[in-house]
């Protein structure tokens, strides 16, 4: 969601549309704080419509149960009457729609080859708004940056606290170049595997990922990274979600090349990462200058620790932030700004 845009006007002028007729007026009539706070509204065939939000679900006034009129409808209204050409979608699981909102989508699987070609018999829609939450990195940035460099970050998260968040927003500080921290704006590649991190709709980012920044939609992260560095010189690439053999390969051969990461991993932490053979050996090998963990020990999007590839922590429980100087002599850059609050997500800094 843009800067300056009410969540309750967007689901009104942009969600509303793609749903059938029978769920509108219900979701009008909502009050206007609770469509500021609604995440995703889950569409379930011959269940009640439920709204997610950020203190939990709720269920949709004024709609008993989803007919099959009604998933057939938004399905028309979601597929512009037409689901053969959204296909390539539907194998995907999801359709994007502008303004980067996301809809999921499951239901019966159609093979070809041992991998799914399509669905049909929809059973389940999840319409998730998007809510690009521009400073959310603010208060990380200033430790990911040395000397005017940015450098290689891998940011850990469980589901849920805020990594893509983090990570969007990183994304276009480094793209625009941050003037207090001394930080040019980088050519920054975007490999987006799930159309998370840009939103794009018919190839144009609908979330503001910098005048810098060129973004691959779709592709699989190993063969989008080698694509990038062939295609685009990028100076920074970023993905979401990396873990198997191939995604350590070709972010190696990104290092190698001479071009920072920033990347995310599933994880409760570090020692849950070190559980994981490929991941264990991403540490290991210190691909990456910073490590970044999220968690919810004060809410969703709690900066629990940030260290270096070596251990060493800059922030954590037991760190003094203000005035400390890092055991490497350098001194920290600036310390948090507090507290970033947003309708999915809150940054918090534990100190």
Request: glycine residues 12%.
């Amino acid at each position: 969601m843009g800067p300056g845009k009410a969540a309750a006007t967007v689901l009104e002028s942009e969600i509303l549309p793609y749903l059938a007729f029978v769920l509108r007026e219900p979701l009008r009539r909502l009050p206007a704080e609770l469509k500021e706070n609604v995440i995703e509204i889950r569409l379930r065939l011959g269940r009640e419509v439920m709204l997610v939000t950020a203190d939990g679900d709720l269920v949709l006034p004024g709609v008993s149960r989803l007919d099959q009129a009604a998933m057939e409808q938004t399905l028309l209204f979601l597929t512009q009457s037409s689901l053969y050409a959204r296909e390539e979608e539907l194998r995907q699981g999801f359709i994007t729609l502008p303004g980067g909102h996301r809809v999921g989508i499951v239901g019966k699987a159609l093979l070809e080859q041992g991998r799914i070609r399509t669905l049909k018999h929809i059973s389940g829609l999840n319409v998730r708004l998007a809510r690009q939450v521009q400073g959310a990195a603010d208060a990380v940035l200033p430790y990911l940056v040395e000397k005017g460099t940015f450098l290689s970050t891998l940011i850990v998260s469980p589901p849920g606290a805020g990594k893509t968040t983090l990570l969007r927003d990183l994304v276009r500080q480094i793209s625009t170049g941050v003037p207090a921290l001394g930080l040019k704006g980088y050519k920054v590649g975007v490999v987006d595997e799930r159309s998370e991190l840009a939103a794009s709709f018919q190839g144009e980012p609908q979330n503001d990922v910098g005048p810098r920044t060129d973004v691959l939609d779709g592709a699989g992260k190993a063969e989008g990274i080698t694509l990038l560095l062939r295609s685009m010189s990028p100076q920074v690439i970023a993905t979401d979600e990396v873990g198997s053999a191939a995604d350590i390969a070709a972010l190696e051969q990104a290092l190698v090349s001479g071009v920072r990461l920033i990347a995310t991993a599933h994880g409760e932490g570090l020692a849950d990462l070190k559980q994981r053979p490929y991941l264990q050996e991403l540490i290991e090998r210190q691909l990456f200058a910073r490590i970044v963990c999220l968690g919810f020990s004060r809410g969703p999007g709690t900066v629990e620790e940030i260290r270096t590839a070596r251990g060493l922590k800059l922030l954590g429980p037991r760190s003094s932030v203000e005035g400390r100087e890092a055991a490497d002599g350098r001194a920290l850059v600036g310390s948090p700004a507090g507290t970033i609050c947003h309708g999915e997500h809150r940054l918090h800094h534990r100190a």
